[in-house]
């Protein structure tokens, strides 16, 4: 028969309260580092989501924005010839391949800058020049050719043309950098950079997902846009005839907008409203509440006046038929201030279209013959570029074209 004491009792008891404390302190340092593991990864997350570079149409532009991009335009090198050029995009592809999944290029300079791959994509494209300097008129599509003159343009020489296009985004700036640096490294054997321009949108978290953003005039750009992994966006984005090299591919138009935003700062908000036709808060046209709401350009108030002016951006801009639209995926641009207070800032406007001739330039042309919003926008930069096919692994961008 076991004797119980008082001291034997009380001795009991504290050991089994240490061990129960003991465990409860246990499952707190293992929940608590849980937690911060937990933490820790949603810290990352931006850095480590990633964007496929394989399929059928190369990526970065059927993609939600990036928050920052850079454009990069080079011009070959007289030594430039077809063969080269293939030499160039198989490095360019080996590189974009690693690059894309946060990886250094090989012989990378500054491999530890290769953090990861923050949504990293790199888009190529093609200038018309580039198709005569090579001798291969034959593959140009039609519509690939430098856009006419409009009135409302100052186009400057920096910002304009060039032969192939590089376009890279990322979420993180550091991750963008770096692949941007490589990336003109490994190209300075067949290209110099005619011009660079960089442009970012709102940060990730701050607008829902898409490529609707608030560009500096304080308007929601990236409306009415074609819905992605659509019929819709197919048949107005993506090219299925032609040379073989861009179907599958696009034609983009870039254009370097740039706000007088001194002067537009002093317009009221109801005026600011019916220069562009849509509410500054929510986007959505005048006389409607939802930013997608569909334009009713023949609404009338009650004194019989257009809801929407005819002088309204929106309605110069609106299609008058199903092939005036395209794909829009518009940053933003500041690099300075003047001295007088100016900023130095505007748009990186883009539209991804099938056919220039049938899609933008019916659009531009109404544009240039009246919209109030030139008193306050002013094109300076406009460059147009052939985006090659999407690459499958173990295959070279572009190679069907050199």
Request: proline fraction near 5%.
């Amino acid at each position: 028969m076991t004797k119980f004491t008082r001291r034997g009792f009380l001795a009991g008891a504290s050991a089994s309260a240490g061990a129960l404390v003991g465990a409860s302190a246990g499952a707190l340092i293992g929940g608590n580092q849980a937690a911060s593991a937990a933490e820790i990864a949603a810290q990352t997350a931006v850095l480590k989501r990633s964007e496929k570079f394989h399929g059928t149409h190369q990526n970065g532009i059927e993609l939600e924005l990036q928050t920052f991009t850079n454009f990069v335009s080079l011009d070959l090198r007289d030594e430039t010839d077809r063969s080269a050029m293939k030499r160039w995009m198989k490095i360019l592809t080996n590189d974009i391949e690693r690059l894309a999944v946060g990886e250094p290029i090989l012989a990378d300079a500054q491999p530890q800058l290769a953090l990861g791959p923050a949504r990293l994509t790199v888009t190529v494209g093609f200038g018309a020049p580039l198709f005569s300097k090579l001798g291969i008129e034959d593959q140009r599509p039609e519509s690939l050719q430098e856009l006419p003159s409009f009135k409302v343009d100052a186009l400057r020489e920096e910002f304009s043309g060039g032969d192939v296009l590089l376009h890279v985004s990322a979420d993180d700036p550091i991750v963008l950098s770096h692949a941007v640096r490589t990336l003109v490294s490994d190209s300075m054997a067949f290209a110099t950079v005619r011009w660079t321009q960089q442009g970012f949108s709102n940060a990730q978290g701050v607008v829902p997902s898409g490529v609707r953003q608030r560009n500096l005039m304080g308007q929601v750009d990236g409306t009415d846009n074609p819905q992605f992994g659509t019929e819709d966006f197919n048949n107005l984005v993506w090219i299925n005839e032609g040379p073989q090299w861009i179907r599958g591919g696009t034609i983009l138009v870039l254009r370097r907008i740039a706000m007088q935003l001194n002067t537009w700062d002093k317009l009221g908000r109801t005026d600011k409203e019916q220069v562009i036709g849509r509410h500054l808060d929510s986007g959505a046209p005048l006389g409607s509440k939802n930013e997608t709401d569909p334009l009713d350009l023949s609404a009338v108030d009650e004194r019989g006046l257009k809801v929407i002016p005819n002088f309204a951006h929106v309605r110069r801009a609106s299609p008058t038929n199903p092939k005036e639209r395209f794909f829009r995926r518009p940053f933003n641009y500041e690099v300075g201030t003047a001295a007088d207070g100016t900023p130095d800032v505007g748009l990186l406007w883009t539209a991804y279209q099938k056919n220039v001739n049938e899609q933008y330039l019916p659009v531009q042309k109404r544009l240039d013959e009246f919209d109030l919003l030139s008193k306050w926008t002013s094109p300076i930069g406009s460059s147009v570029w052939g985006i090659a096919r999407g690459v499958k692994k173990g295959n070279v961008l572009a190679e069907d074209l050199f």
